[in-house]
């Protein structure tokens, strides 16, 4: 009857919710569909997922999040409720809940999913910064004083963190992730096939041979579009190395921004990177070759965690462990680190 602490990964893309005893009990799209005449939510998650760009003129399917941050708080609230009603049976207490963000939010964000928390049913709300979460639930012992590098690309952000002594020594936040892969595919497409392809067509191809590294053979897909001199229906056919074209920009964004933690990063600190290596997680990490990219670029050795998809929920069950010595609401460790220093 008692109540169970929650970990939930509040992502652009989908959401994961880990109860403490049972693991991760729910992956689903952060998407809701509602009607847009009466306001009630219709469908969350994988259902409503399946509506985006197909619905009638009433019903509007809806990210409530973008960049990593809420930008529609009532739907998120309302997904947020939803998602955890699911996950809980009838409880006598209201749960604990941990809820991981990007680590460049701001107070204002973090008040709004602080709020968020509080308003779809939870007694308490603690924070965890992302690529603490993921390095826990990649496996990495953080409370030693010991350098590990975190390169967590999601939906919205991608952050990229250096981490010691259960702390963030230098991070960097930035809004270039998995929705601007898709995008830089649309446009990419729009620009050399002069066909319109939707999110979730863009989606697909990323999945299947998106690459940012040429990979030992060439890979093919066809995909159908609107063709924008007829207006019509086409069927043609993208390669594995026009991906590697069309993700440049956003792949040598992340490049830039990695290279430019290791810049700030402590020379100690790095000479324990380059130990260690570099970790990646999130969906954005499964893009092929991202990891030989990086290691190209660096010089330092990098892998993509085990289930780099589920890491930063696990690390944000785990983290449930230690629930009782955290402070309420935000623990933005790097910005207490910043007030104390």
């Given amino acids: 009857m008692f109540s169970k602490d929650i970990g939930i990964d509040l992502g652009t893309a989908s959401i994961l919710v880990y109860v403490k005893g049972r693991g991760v009990v729910l992956q689903e799209p952060s998407v809701v569909a509602i009607d847009k005449n009466t306001g009630k939510l219709l ?20 990210r409530p999040l973008r960049e990593g941050v809420i ?16 996950v809980t049976s009838f409880r006598l207490f209201k749960p604990r809940i941990i809820i991981c963000v990007p680590s460049g939010i701001t107070e204002v964000e973090e008040r709004a999913v602080i709020d968020a928390g509080i308003q779809a049913g939870a007694r308490r709300v603690y924070l965890i910064e992302e690529p603490v979460a993921a390095a826990i639930g990649a496996g990495i012992d953080i409370a030693k004083p010991d350098g590990h590098m975190v390169v967590d690309i999601g939906g919205g952000t991608s952050d990229i963190a250096v981490i010691s002594l259960s702390g963030i020594v230098e991070s960097t936040s930035i809004k270039i992730a998995g929705d601007q892969f898709d995008e830089s595919i649309i446009k990419y497409i729009r620009r050399k096939h002069n066909v319109l392809i939707g999110e979730r067509t863009a989606e697909e191809l990323k999945m299947r041979i998106g690459c940012v590294f040429p990979p030992e053979e060439e890979l093919s897909v066809e995909i159908k579009g609107r063709c ?9 056919t993208v390669t594995s190395s026009e991906m590697i074209e069309a993700f440049e920009e956003p792949s040598a964004r992340i490049l830039e921004a ?14 324990d990177i380059s130990n260690n290596g570099i970790i990646m997680t999130g969906g954005g990490s499964l893009v092929k070759g991202f990891d030989k990219l990086i290691e190209s670029h660096t010089g330092i ?30 623990i933005n460790l790097s910005r207490r680190k910043q007030l104390n220093g």
């Fill in 43 to 62: 469908k969350v998650g994988t259902d409503a997922q399946q509506m985006l760009g197909r619905t009638p003129g009433n019903i509007v399917a809806i």
């Fill in 301 to 330: 050795e990098t892998r993509v965690a085990d289930d780099a998809i589920s890491c930063v929920a696990y690390g944000t069950g785990k983290s449930l462990d230690s629930l009782d010595g955290m402070q309420d609401g935000t």
């Fill in 258 to 271: 990695i290279h430019g933690v290791l810049e700030r990063t402590p020379p100690e600190l790095v000479a």
């Fill in 228 to 236: 924008l001199m007829t207006g019509l229906p086409r069927v043609f």
């Fill in 71 to 86: 930008s529609d708080y009532d739907m998120t609230e309302r997904m947020l409720k939803e998602f955890i009603r699911k």
